[in-house]
Nanobody, 130 residues
Framework: QVQLVESGGGSVQAGGSLRLSCAVS?????????MAWFRQAPGKEREWVAAVDSCGRINYAEFVKGRFTISKDNAKKPLVLQMNSLNPEDTSMFYC???????????????????????WGQGTQVTVSS
């Protein structure tokens, strides 16, 4: 059974930085994959933040472009989200998500919906104060 475990959340002041990590355990059968970060603020729907696939393609939501960087060096390394220039509107629970069902590169543009993912972590809280 594949498990995702996030870490790195915390509290920072506006303008600060945090680095989130998502460790993958279990057998992914060496398949191609897509992994992503989502976030959910209190009283709001969960929203997609960024995604990276096993073929190296990366996409970001408009509201994080230039501030956040998603990375995953290889299949065995954790998924990382480097977050800079944080503002209070970024306060959310951040979730790691993954789909390891691909036998080749995921379709371009895939992975912006939470319905695209089967595995989810428990989340890590990010709080940004003004």
């Amino acid at each position: 059974q594949v498990q995702l475990v996030e870490s790195g959340g915390g509290s920072v002041q506006a303008g600060g930085s945090l680095r989130l990590s998502c460790a993958v355990s279990g057998d992914t059968d060496g398949r191609d994959y897509i992994m992503a970060w989502f976030r959910q603020a209190p009283g709001k729907e969960r929203e997609w933040v960024a995604a990276v696939d096993s073929c190296g393609r990366i996409n970001y939501a408009e509201f994080v472009k230039g501030r956040f960087t998603i990375s995953k060096d290889n299949a065995k390394k954790p998924l990382v989200l480097q977050m800079n220039s944080l503002n209070p509107e970024d306060t959310s629970m951040f979730y790691c998500a993954a789909d390891f069902s691909w036998t080749r590169c995921p379709v371009v543009g895939y992975g912006k919906s939470d319905r695209d993912y089967y595995y989810w972590g428990q989340g890590t809280q990010v709080t940004v104060s003004s």
